[in-house]
C-alpha cells in the first residue's frame, strides 16, 4: 500500500518555531513529528510513502538519508511552486507513478486511526474517496461535513461559518483515494483537495465516511503541538510513549520538571522550575528561571519567567526578564 504525505506548508502558526524547520519535522516526543506519522501508516500496511514537499524540503532527506524510515521506502516529490493541497496531491503522485488505491495523509496530524480500518471502510463502500472523520465541540475551523445512514458524504463544506455547520464531523486529515481521484484535480496549478475535490465527490455521491473516537491533534497550532508531546508521558496513546527527558539531557539535580519533555543536548540548570512544558533539542534555561505551558527552542536566562510562550531557536529571555503569552524572536504580522 502507498501514501502520500502532505509536508509542504509554512508552518505559520508555529512560527518561530518553524523559522529554520519545517513543522513536520519538529519532534513529538524525542522523535520528529513525521516519523511517528510514518509509524502509524507502516502498522496499517503502507510499505511506500511519497513525502509532498515544499518549504525547505533538504532537513527531510538529511534525516532520511537512505531514502527509509524504518520499514517504509520514501520517496520525495518537491514542487516547483506552492500548488495548495490537491495540486500537491496530484503532482506528488505522479512523481511516484501511483495508479492503484492510495493513502493521503497530513503531516500535522496526530492520530491513533488504524489505517487499516479505513481502508476497509473505503473498501466496504466501493468508495471512489473515503475521509477519517473525528467529531469536535467547535467544528467551524475545520472541513465539516453531513452524511446520511449509509456513511455517504452528502455535503462538505471547508471552514463553514459558526452556526452554520452541517454537523459536528470535521474532516481528520487522513483520506483513501482511488486513482481516479487525481483525474479530477488540474494539472500543474494551484487546487485545494478541501474546496474543490472534495465538494464535487460528495454532490455526484462518490465520497464516504469514516467516523471514528480515536485519538486526535491537530498538532500545527501551538497548544496542541505541546499537548501532543506531553499526551506521550501517560497512557493517553495506544502506541506510543515516551520518557520525559531524553538521555542526552544535562538537568541539573536541583531543577524541578514537572509534566514537561525536555529534550535532546537540553540544559536546565539548578533551581529552574520546567511545568507543563517542552523544551525542544539544544534549548537551556538557567537558574532559577521558570518556565510554564510553553515551548522552547532557544535560552531562557537566570531568574527569567517565560508563561504561555514560544522561543524560537534564536530567542533569547534576558536574565531576569519576564515573558508571558510571546514569542522570540516576535512573529511578524501575515
Do not use: Q
Not at 455526484?204 to 496542541?224: H, K, M, N, V
Amino acid at each position: 500500500m502507498r501514501a502520500v504525505v502532505l509536508v509542504g506548508g509554512f508552518g505559520t502558526r508555529l512560527r518561530p518555531l518553524t523559522n529554520h524547520i519545517p513543522k513536520p519535522m519538529l519532534p513529538v516526543g524525542h522523535r520528529p513529528m513525521i516519523a511517528r506519522l510514518i509509524d502509524r501508516l507502516a502498522r496499517g500496511g503502507v510499505t511506500d510513502v511519497v513525502l509532498a514537499l515544499g518549504f525547505k524540503p533538504e532537513p527531510f532527506a538529511e534525516t532520511f538519508p537512505d531514502g527509509r524510515c524504518g520499514d517504509v521506502s520514501l520517496t520525495y516529490a518537491v514542487e516547483p511552486e506552492p500548488l495548495d493541497t490537491g495540486g500537491a496531491i496530484k503532482f506528488a503522485a505522479e512523481v511516484a507513478g501511483i495508479d492503484d488505491t492510495f493513502i493521503v495523509a497530513n503531516g500535522d496530524v496526530i492520530t491513533d486511526l488504524d489505517v487499516g480500518h479505513l481502508l476497509d471502510c473505503h473498501r466496504r463502500h466501493e468508495a471512489e474517496a473515503t475521509l477519517h472523520l473525528i467529531g469536535v465541540e467547535d467544528p467551524s475551523g475545520f472541513g465539516v461535513v453531513a452524511m446520511d445512514a449509509r456513511e455517504r458524504i452528502t455535503d462538505f463544506v471547508e471552514k463553514p461559518a459558526p452556526g452554520n455547520e452541517p454537523s459536528n464531523l470535521i474532516n481528520a486529515g487522513t483520506y483513501v483515494f482511488e486513482p481516479s481521484v487525481l483525474g479530477r484535480i488540474p494539472a500543474g496549478e494551484r487546487s485545494s483537495i478541501e474546496r474543490s475535490t472534495f465538494p464535487t465527490l460528495a454532490a455526484g455521491g462518490r465520497l464516504f465516511g469514516c467516523a471514528t473516537s480515536d485519538y486526535w491533534i491537530d498538532a500545527g497550532r501551538p497548544e496542541l503541538y505541546r499537548a501532543a508531546n506531553l499526551d506521550l508521558l501517560g497512557d493517553t496513546r495506544v502506541h506510543d510513549r515516551c520518557e520525559p527527558i531524553s538521555p542526552t539531557a544535562d538537568v541539573d539535580a536541583g531543577a524541578i520538571i514537572l509534566n514537561s519533555i525536555v529534550g535532546d543536548g537540553a540544559v536546565v540548570a539548578s533551581g529552574a522550575r520546567v511545568v507543563d512544558s517542552v523544551l525542544l533539542p539544544g534549548s537551556s534555561v538557567g537558574p532559577a528561571a521558570t518556565v510554564e505551558t510553553s515551548l522552547v527552542m532557544g535560552s531562557v536566562g537566570e531568574g527569567a519567567r517565560v508563561v504561555g510562550s514560544m522561543i524560537g531557536v534564536e530567542g533569547v529571555v534576558g536574565d531576569g526578564s519576564v515573558l508571558t503569552s510571546g514569542a522570540v524572536p516576535a512573529v511578524e504580522a501575515t
